[in-house]
T-cell receptor
Framework: DAGITQSPRYKITETGRQVTLMCHQTWSHSYMFWYRQDLGHGLRLIYY???????DKGEVPDGYVVSRSKTENFPLTLESATRSQTSVYFCASCSPGAGADTQYFGPGTRLTVL | DAKTTQPPSMDCAEGRAANLPCNHSTISGNEYVYWYRQIHSQGPQYIIH???NNETNEMASLIITEDRKSSTLILPHATLRDTAVYYC??????????????FGTGTLLAVQP
């Protein structure tokens, strides 16, 4: 089905482990984003990508790595997970046009770091 | 920092119109007003956006005041499934960091049976 999907939906890992969260969209949107949502902080931008092989930092990039070799995929890697990275992670995509552009969000990945 | 002000919570009776206000007194001429909502444990969902004129789609209507300093999102016939946190966001359209959505605390709309 068309849309934006994330996997896994739930993940439990241990401190120090590497974890990769996947995001896939079928709209061929040029822009993709990763947000995290924590109680008391709302949604905060981690990284975004304007196109394949173009990425840039958001508000809270430390501890995260992204790549975008294909337009439709935007994986987020926690190289050495910490308890403070326990959160709900949302991926989004959009296609900027002449005027306004709208971001569409995936269902989220709930990550717990023990 | 969020550039909008919304009431923290509102109640609405099922089947009635829900009117959610938003103040954005510092909005710039090239900034759009966006509304998103987030149902519990789901990703944010786009509802509607506008620049100057009132807008309507299958989900809602957006009324923007003439001075653009405030707006109201109207859900014409609220259902229990409309219970969610509603976010009003102002932002410039375009590429790069300006695409960043700044989510404030939003309004928790509770639709009562």
């Amino acid at each position: 089905d068309a849309g934006i999907t994330q996997s896994p939906r739930y993940k439990i890992t241990e401190t120090g482990r590497q974890v990769t969260l996947m995001c896939h969209q079928t709209w061929s949107h040029s822009y993709m984003f990763w947000y995290r949502q924590d109680l008391g902080h709302g949604l905060r931008l981690i990284y975004y990508s304007a196109a394949a092989d173009i990425t840039d930092k958001g508000e809270v990039p430390d501890g995260y790595v992204v790549s975008r070799s294909k337009t439709e995929n935007f994986p987020l890697t926690l190289e050495s997970a910490t308890r403070s990275q326990t959160s709900v992670y949302f991926c989004a995509s959009c296609s900027p046009g002449a005027g306004a552009d709208t971001q569409y969000f995936g269902p989220g990945t709930r990550l717990t770091v023990l | 920092d969020a550039k909008t002000t919304q009431p923290p919570s509102m109640d609405c009776a099922e089947g009635r119109a829900a009117n959610l206000p938003c103040n954005h007194s510092t909005i710039s001429g090239n900034e759009y007003v966006y509304w998103y909502r987030q149902i519990h444990s789901q990703g944010p969902q786009y509802i509607i956006h506008g620049l100057k004129n009132n807008e309507t789609n299958e989900m809602a209507s957006l009324i923007i005041t003439e001075d653009r300093k405030s707006s109201t999102l109207i859900l014409p016939h609220a259902t229990l499934r409309d219970t969610a946190v509603y976010y009003c966001i102002v932002r410039v359209a375009g590429g790069g960091a300006t695409n960043k959505l700044i989510f404030g605390t939003g309004t928790l709309l509770a639709v009562q049976p």
